[in-house]
């Protein structure tokens, strides 16, 4: 019997049902339905007044959060994609990011967001938006790439007392399973190492932790070994364990499904560039999606993101140097 990605989201959240009554959950749909992906399915009849569905409004769904949050509660967001949340975006960046230092009152909310792009979804339902959010002090933004983060992650994301913006990718949900669900899991803020190397380094998060080892096993056949670095958060972003990468390989691709211009690719590059530049063999590189809505055809929207086989290109460029 397996766990799937979208399983460990839904057992994090039945346990802090389970052992916190200050958590409740909140959204579209949630409550009889289950949720668009099911994330919630029979929460509602299992805590009975802690799962609410509310009304298609981002804005009030976040400000209602965040007024629950100041007086005591621990409330749990979900986003029906991510991209809706820019509707909320002054919820977010404005009251919750920066209460806890108008006030000192810590706002202790965590708002899941079904993110990245699936085939067919097109441009409203598959944007990365991380890097938009890790721009703001206050926030917390983690992307979990395993069944074991999505579940160890949340539950972490729900103790902390700062909001927490929680990216789940789509393309994860069902695809992704685990025998298990394992150990205790790291804390948010630290990185790990997906798969070793030393030749090249890729920083990455999210499904491209999966597209990027992929590529990894396919250059290991002409003798290159890459070693790949699950960032895990993008804010806190842990550049220790990049540095400490970058050092054994002296090569630095920096890989994402967002958009190319800024974000967080371009933050790993200007901190290493900063930090650790006399531990670089070759100019560091960036490989993110095409600078274009994400298309709805499968074919195009497996062209418009990175993939195995351009993640492959840009490593052998980097290599080349």
């Known amino acids: 019997m397996s766990v799937t990605y979208i399983d460990a989201i839904r057992e994090a959240q039945e346990k802090v049902l389970r052992e916190d009554g200050r958590v409740f959950l909140y959204g579209q749909d949630i409550a009889r339905f289950g949720g668009a992906f ?10 009975p007044g802690r799962v609410f569905d509310c009304p298609i409004s981002e804005d009030a ?43 000192g009152m810590p706002v202790p909310i965590v708002v899941r967001l079904p993110s990245g792009g699936t085939p067919g979804s097109g441009p409203f339902h598959s944007q990365s938006m991380e890097g938009i959010y890790a721009q703001y002090p206050g926030l917390v933004v983690v992307t979990p790439a395993t069944v ?27 695809w992704l399973k685990a025998k298990s669900i394992n150990g205790d899991g790291l804390p948010i803020g630290q990185a790990r190492i997906a798969r070793p190397g030393k030749h090249a380094t ?34 806190p972003l842990d550049l220790d364990t990049v540095l400490a990468s970058v050092a054994r390989t002296g090569r630095l691709l920096a890989l994402g499904e967002a958009f190319p211009w800024g974000g967080v690719t371009a933050e790993v590059v200007a901190k290493v560039t900063e930090e650790g530049f006399h531990l670089l063999d070759a100019p560091p590189q960036r490989l993110n999606a095409r600078d274009t809505p994400v298309p709805y055809h499968p074919k195009l929207w497996a062209a418009h993101r990175p993939t195995p086989e351009s993640i492959c290109e840009a490593l052998r460029k980097l290599l080349s140097f």
């Open 148 to 174: 074991s983060d999505a579940y160890h992650m949340l539950i972490e994301s729900v103790k902390l007392d700062d909001p927490v913006l929680f990216f789940e990718h789509k393309f994860l949900y069902r």
């Open 61 to 103: 769904m976040i400000g209602l959060a965040v007024g629950a949050a100041i007086e005591g509660m621990r409330p749990i967001i979900e986003m029906q994609f991510a991209d809706f949340s820019s509707i909320a975006f002054n919820q977010i960046v404005n009251q919750a990011a920066t209460h806890f230092y108008r006030t």
């Open 202 to 235: 890729v920083v990455t998060y999210s499904a491209m932790v999966h597209e990027a080892v992929r590529a990894a096993d396919r250059l290991q056949a002409d003798g290159w070994e890459i070693e790949v670095v699950d960032l895990r958060s993008v804010k």
């Open 38 to 47: 099911k994330a919630t399915k029979g929460l509602a009849e299992e805590f």
